[in-house]
């Protein structure tokens, strides 16, 4: 059973950086584009950030130009490096296949940006 978990998040101040990790107990990050989630209390989830098969990115347009999405197929990992942090970045981050699959919705990492 193939499983996402992510890790990284945490207390941050405003204009602060974090870097969010999801590992992969298989080959899916390798085969799939994958993206960054996030759900904020009291609202949808939604898309962040994807990585193609082939490196291309995009981003939401609240994150775009601070938050930076990568991967390493080696390492079965994909990482998000977010920087100049906002309170309204405050959220669960998830990662899960782009388009998501209700399979690999893992636990999601919180970060926190006070202001």
């Known amino acids: 059973q193939v499983q996402l978990v992510e890790s990284g998040g945490g207390l941050v101040q405003a204009g602060g950086s974090l870097r969010l990790s999801c590992v992969a107990s298989g080959s899916i990050i390798s085969s799939n584009a994958m993206a960054w989630y996030r759900q904020a209390p009291g609202r949808q989830r939604e898309l962040v950030a994807i990585?193609?098969?082939?490196?291309?990115?995009n981003y939401a347009d609240s994150v775009k130009g601070r938050f930076t999405i990568s991967r390493d197929n080696a390492k079965n990992t994909v990482y998000l490096q977010m920087s100049s942090l906002k309170p309204e970045d405050t959220a669960l981050y998830y990662c899960?296949?782009?388009?998501?699959?209700?399979?690999?919705w893992g636990q999601g990492t919180q970060v926190t940006v006070s202001s």
């Open positions: 990585t193609t098969r082939g490196g291309s990115t």
């Open positions: 899960n296949t782009y388009p998501a699959s209700s399979y690999y």
